[in-house]
């Protein structure tokens, strides 16, 4: 079966412009998270559906940005007024049910969209 | 605060050893769960293995297996008979409540 999509694989946008980064996860999965891996660290969480709702969104830094899952499947990462911080690949991943069953569902990632802002 | 930490930014190990990638964790919930996550140059997340909280016994799968010391809050990953394809960045992670908490990875590289 198909795993995890993202789509564009890269993105090169110019400082203050609008971008939107889609993830499409593996069918049937109701959990759906988005993180941010800058150079050299650890992906950094940022966002996590279960079904259409953000259960979680304290990781998004600031309200530039926001992401959407309308039907529960595809989500969509939006940034506005892209800034060259923003520069970094953004991760995608879907589990099963989501974190509600103590921490056992495994989280299946994309292969990311490497974002760079000049 | 810092939830995961890998103090080894980098590794070698010769090809068919085995070899142990450090990780510790700090947090205050009694239910949590402990991953490792590969990630080759392709930049895909793989998943290793998993331990939960309450597990009383070590996790293994396949070449993997996870030293878990609660006590010492511990969860290293143990890769043995190691092939030229485990080359890839490692990461731990901790999920508690919402939320997922990666470490800054430790690079592996095996020599042929």
């Known amino acids: 079966g198909a795993g995890v999509s993202q789509t564009p694989s890269n993105k090169v946008t110019e400082k203050g412009k609008y971008v939107e980064l889609r993830c499409d996860p593996i069918?049937?999965?109701?959990?759906l998270y988005w993180y941010r891996q800058s150079l050299g660290q650890g992906p950094e969480f940022l966002i996590y559906f279960q079904g259409t709702g953000a259960a979680d969104d304290s990781g998004l830094p600031n309200d530039r940005f926001f992401a959407v899952r309308p039907e529960g499947s595809v989500s969509t990462l939006k940034i506005q007024r892209t800034e060259r911080g923003d520069s970094a690949v953004y991760l995608c991943?879907?589990?099963?049910?989501?974190?509600?069953?103590?921490?056992?569902?495994?989280?299946?990632f994309g292969p990311g969209t490497r974002l760079l802002v000049l | 605060a810092q939830k995961i930490t890998q103090t080894q930014p980098g590794m070698f190990v010769q090809e068919k050893e085995a070899v142990t990638l450090d990780c510790t964790y700090d947090t205050s919930d009694p239910s949590y769960g402990l991953f490792w996550y590969k990630q080759p140059s392709s930049g895909e997340m793989i998943f290793l293995i998993y331990?939960?909280?309450?597990?009383?016994q070590n996790a293994t799968e396949g070449r993997y297996s996870l030293n878990f010391q609660k006590a010492r809050k511990s969860a290293n990953l143990v890769i043995s008979a190691s092939q030229l394809g485990d080359s890839a960045m490692y990461f731990c992670?901790?999920?508690?409540?919402?939320?997922?908490?990666f470490g800054t990875g430790t690079s592996l590289t095996v020599i042929p």
């Open positions: 331990q939960g909280s309450y597990d009383q």
């Open positions: 991943a879907s589990s099963l049910t989501g974190l509600g069953t103590g921490g056992k569902e495994t989280q299946y």
């Open positions: 992670a901790i999920v508690t409540g919402n939320q997922f908490y």
């Open positions: 069918s049937g999965h109701t959990a």
